[in-house]
């Protein structure tokens, strides 16, 4: 690889340094080989000075550089700064809808039938389950979950697919929290309920929002039935699940929704009227 040439420059001639010769004054031998000796260089005040500035400055920092190192070696990094926090709030119990969420969730179960599925709550303390007819339809045996994880084995002991609803018993009923059943003819338009269930294999999905219809009429089942509307949010897997006011008492059963294109919520959803369902549920856990 040919590099870029040699550096030029003003050229440095070395001086041919020979013996002086000393001019002879008259009646002075000269002495072959004497030479004058050469003054000792004298420093200025203002040198002699720098210098001792220079001294004072070297002494100087490289005792302060022991003295750090000394310090540096003695002492501890110091702590990351830490971001600011806001104080721990007093502890205090739940209230609005968190405190009614917290009640009736131990009472919601997820059921699974086959690879299909949905939700359903406790009715009683004898281990009966209400939930949709279209969720458990053509099994006789299901699963349910506990809101803990748990998972029982229930058996379908009646269905009524006119009014899609159906009823599950488990064979261990003490591990099971029975819900609180409302009233439907006591709601108005406006009041706030939540929808509770698991949406999409979500167990324990809880949303929010009022009601927006009474006795709307759409198709449940093999016929046209009067329903709840909610604008709370529902979505498949949902149904069975329980719709239940400020109070936490279940009004209505989740049962349906108007979808767009894409199949999800679009903010209009159906629940089979509590003062409807509670009946049924009893005839069918009677025969």
């Given at each position: 690889m040919r590099g870029l040439g040699s550096p030029r420059g003003p050229e440095f001639v070395t001086p041919h340094l020979e013996a002086r010769q000393e001019p002879v004054l008259p009646g002075l031998s000269p002495q072959v080989g004497a030479h004058k000796a050469p003054k000792p260089p004298t420093t200025s005040p203002k040198g002699r000075l720098l210098v001792a500035a220079v001294l004072v400055a070297a002494v100087t920092g490289a005792a302060a550089g022991v003295a750090g190192a000394r310090l540096s070696e003695g002492s501890e990094p110091a702590p990351a700064?830490?971001?600011?926090?806001?104080?721990?709030?007093?502890?205090?119990?739940?209230?609005?809808?968190?405190?009614?969420?917290?009640?009736?969730?131990?009472?919601?179960?997820?059921v699974e039938a086959g690879r299909g599925g949905g939700s359903g709550f406790v009715v009683d303390g004898r281990g009966h389950i209400l939930t949709n007819a279209h969720v458990v339809s053509g099994y006789d045996d299901v699963?349910?979950?506990?809101?803990?994880?748990?998972?029982?084995?229930?058996?379908?002991?009646?269905?009524?697919?006119?009014?899609?609803?159906?009823?599950?018993?488990?064979?261990?009923?003490?591990?099971?929290?029975?819900?609180?059943?409302?009233?439907?003819?006591?709601?108005?338009?406006?009041?706030?309920?939540?929808?509770i269930g698991s949406p999409l294999g979500l167990s324990g999905t809880v949303t929010a929002g009022i009601v927006s219809a009474l006795d709307r009429e759409v198709r449940l089942g093999g016929a046209r039935r009067n329903a709840v509307q909610t604008d709370a949010s529902i979505n498949p897997?949902?149904?069975?699940?329980?719709?239940?006011?400020?109070?936490?008492?279940?009004?209505?059963?989740?049962?349906?929704?108007?979808?767009?294109?894409?199949?999800?919520?679009?903010?209009?959803?159906?629940?089979?009227?509590?003062?409807?369902?509670?009946?049924?549920?009893?005839?069918?856990?009677?025969?």
């Open positions: 700064a830490a971001l600011p926090r806001v104080a721990a709030a007093p502890s205090a119990s739940l209230t609005g809808l968190s405190a009614t969420a917290a009640r009736v969730l131990p009472s919601v179960v997820s699963t349910v979950i506990l809101s803990d994880g748990r998972r029982l084995a229930a058996r379908v002991i009646g269905e009524d697919d006119d009014e899609d609803l159906a009823v599950l018993e488990v064979s261990y009923p003490g591990d099971l929290t029975p819900a609180t059943l409302g009233r439907s003819a006591d709601l108005s338009v406006g009041d706030q309920v939540l929808a897997g949902n149904s069975g699940g329980p719709l239940v006011n400020a109070r936490g008492e279940v009004v209505g059963v989740n049962t349906a929704i108007a979808a767009g294109r894409g199949g999800g919520n679009i903010g209009i959803g159906f629940a089979i009227p509590i003062d409807r369902a509670a009946p049924i549920a009893e005839r069918i856990i009677r025969n």
